[in-house]
């Protein structure tokens, strides 16, 4: 998942986006509003970190053109050395979505961003989940917990499969129909080619095992074996 950290305490930005980094997500950094907004615009962002007192330009402008102008869903939590309530208002009748008062603990900062996450996936599409992870049917990702799982089209669509329907043995000619065009069928070990690609992907996660293999029949998802990691 990717982060914009407008921030123009150089310190704290690094700070936050080695913080951040090391949760698995990736981060750009920019330390004025004008360079921060051109970075929300170029790019595509899971969660904007945005400070307000920012040269150039502020964060209450920034936000207030994300929502207004471009229409943005994308979440923002605001950072601020200013505590007054009237501040706090402001930033939310504005747009933003959460507000942290400077100093503050980056693992309260890091959870608030993956709560944030959370909302816009669910708000965004369907979300089918088992244990810790959790698949979006609008834009076809994955995550275990917060961490995006990269898997190709092909992958996702046979996790998506087995999620759906936990516990099912789907042989290959079944996935190969349900997945693949008709008249453009693969070879049948296709299937054996593409699950085994699928568990390395989950590998990392520790939940590789979750994919049984019935013998001589199929595959299937083992819902408590996810659940076990979760």
């Known amino acids: 998942m ?3 950290v407008i921030e123009d305490e150089e310190k704290l930005a690094k ?3 080695n913080f951040m980094e090391g949760e698995n997500f990736s981060v750009d950094m ?18 904007i970190i945005l400070d307000i007192l920012l040269p150039g330009m502020d964060g ?9 102008e471009m229409k943005s869903d994308i979440p923002i939590i605001l950072l601020t050395a200013l505590g007054e309530v009237e501040n706090k208002i402001k930033g939310l009748n504005i747009g933003a979505d959460d507000y942290l008062s400077k100093p503050f603990d980056l693992r309260e900062l890091l959870a608030r961003v993956k709560a944030l996450i ?6 965004r599409g369907v979300t089918i989940s088992c244990g810790k992870l959790r698949m979006n049917t609008k834009n076809q990702k994955a995550y275990y917990e917060d961490k995006f799982i990269e898997l190709s089209k092909k992958e996702y669509l046979i996790l998506e499969l087995f999620m759906k329907n936990p516990g099912t043995v789907f042989t290959r000619e079944e996935i ?5 065009e008709t008249g ?3 070879r049948s070990n296709i299937v054996d080619v593409y699950v085994r690609y699928l568990r390395k992907k989950l ?7 979750c994919i049984e293999t019935a013998q001589g029949k199929g595959y299937r998802l083992n819902e408590e074996k996810v659940k076990d990691e979760g």
């Open 176 to 180: 190969i129909d349900r997945l693949w």
């Open 118 to 123: 959370r909302r816009n996936q669910l708000k």
């Open 2 to 4: 990717k982060l914009l």
């Open 203 to 209: 590998e990392p996660f520790g939940i590789d095992h």
């Open 15 to 17: 700070n936050i986006a």
């Open 60 to 68: 209450f402008e920034i936000c207030s053109f994300l929502r207004n």
């Open 30 to 47: 920019a330390l004025d509003g004008e360079e921060g907004l051109d970075l929300a615009l170029s790019s595509s962002y899971d969660c």
């Open 184 to 186: 453009n069928e693969p």
